[in-house]
């Protein structure tokens, strides 16, 4: 049995959920508060990051580029031409490059801003930094965006899927840091129809479901979410 410690709006945990749905992988999942420090989640993974994964008795796999990787080499194999990882070594540089992009760097400067200020901060307490978004902050994140957006239109003009032919774990690392941000009406969809198009496709997967129906207490999504067609 494989259990996912997450929360449901760190796009990284939405990243493995969806990758663990695709691969067919039955698995648990416990909520965690990343900014809490549990002492039990501590011993799992002393960085206190999010996701982590858990098979049997085995040890904690942390990170999603080495969930990622777990999961492949474990199952990549038996799901045939659903495998999420290209077979040529340069298409799988290409793949992890893009994950990277979307998990770290798109992160740091766009989502993960987005993600603390106007979700993570509803539920910290103020002495760990919880309270009203930073205006100033979320302004900076809203600039980013649309330097990113306009690559991902170029690579979705100019490729069938993100990293190439093929579906593959690029596309879900995007898909899911975007839908933590369209959740809250921040992408600007009308500015790249090409990324607007290529994430209808992804967000209509079987596998998409469960995220489209999540809703935050308090903070209704925003009305294209969950709409398939837009």
């Not at 098979?55 to 990622?68: L, Q």
């Not at 993600?115 to 994140?141: C, F, H, N, T």
């Amino acid at each position: 049995m494989l259990t996912l410690y997450h929360h449901p709006f760190s796009p990284s945990s939405r990243f493995v959920r969806l990758i663990l749905a695709e691969y067919g992988a039955g698995f648990e999942m416990r909520h965690v508060n990343p900014w809490e420090r549990q002492r039990d989640f501590l011993l799992l993974n002393p960085a206190g990051t999010l996701p982590v994964l858990v098979e049997n008795d085995g040890p904690p796999i942390c990170g999603p580029g080495p969930i990622m990787e777990y999961l492949d080499e474990t199952r990549g194999y038996a799901v045939g031409d659903r495998r999420l990882m290209p077979d040529h070594p340069e298409r799988r540089a290409e793949a992890r490059r893009l994950v990277d992009w979307a998990l770290r760097k798109f992160d740091d400067e766009v989502v993960g801003h987005f993600v603390r200020e106007r979700i993570y901060k509803q539920d910290m307490p103020r002495s760990v930094g919880g309270g009203e978004p930073d205006s100033a902050v979320l302004r900076v994140a809203r600039a980013n965006i649309h330097h990113h957006m306009r690559y991902f239109g170029y690579l979705a003009a100019s490729r069938k899927w993100l990293a190439g032919d093929r579906l593959s774990f690029a596309d879900f690392a995007l898909a899911a840091e975007l839908s933590c941000a369209d959740y809250l009406g921040e992408v600007p969809w009308a500015e790249e129809e090409n990324v607007k198009t290529w994430y209808a496709r992804v967000k209509s997967r079987p596998s998409f479901r469960p995220l489209l129906g999540e809703k935050m207490l308090g903070m209704p999504p925003a009305l294209c979410y969950a709409d398939l067609d837009f």
